[in-house]
């Protein structure tokens, strides 16, 4: 079992940052560098979508394409931790941001809110 705890969301005006962080804990064997990571988003009313994710070593990354140049993901495998870094923030990135942990069996996250308004 993994577990996955989210944090750094909160209320920003359009234009700003917000940076997320997910921590992950397992029990004993549980090794960070196993999972490829993910972070999904969920807007009222519509289907959660995949933002970002980020391969096992931290050397390959995709995006979404709306998210593209404006969303980084990043790993540290040492501190167990992957992050969302978001800039240029819009009002429809308004959303709860989900972590996802993959190997084999995939684990999510309790989401944190991000609402961007001015």
């Known amino acids: 079992q993994v577990q996955l705890v989210e944090s750094g969301g909160g209320l920003v005006q359009p234009g700003g940052s917000l940076r997320l962080s997910c921590a992950a804990s397992?029990?004993?064997?549980?090794?960070?560098?196993?999972?490829?990571m993910r972070w999904y988003r969920q807007a009222p009313g519509k289907e959660r979508e995949l933002v970002a994710e980020?391969?096992?070593?931290?050397?390959?990354?995709n995006y979404a394409d709306s998210m593209k140049g404006r969303f980084t993901i990043s790993r540290d495998n040492a501190k167990n931790t992957v992050y969302l870094q978001m800039t240029s923030l819009k009002p429809e990135d308004t959303a709860v941001y989900y972590c996802?942990?993959?190997?084999?069996?995939?684990?999510w996250g309790q989401g944190t809110q991000v609402t961007v308004s001015s």
């Open positions: 397992g029990a004993s064997g549980f090794t960070f560098s196993s999972y490829a």
């Open positions: 996802h942990a993959f190997w084999y069996v995939g684990y």
């Open positions: 980020i391969s096992n070593t931290g050397g390959s990354t």
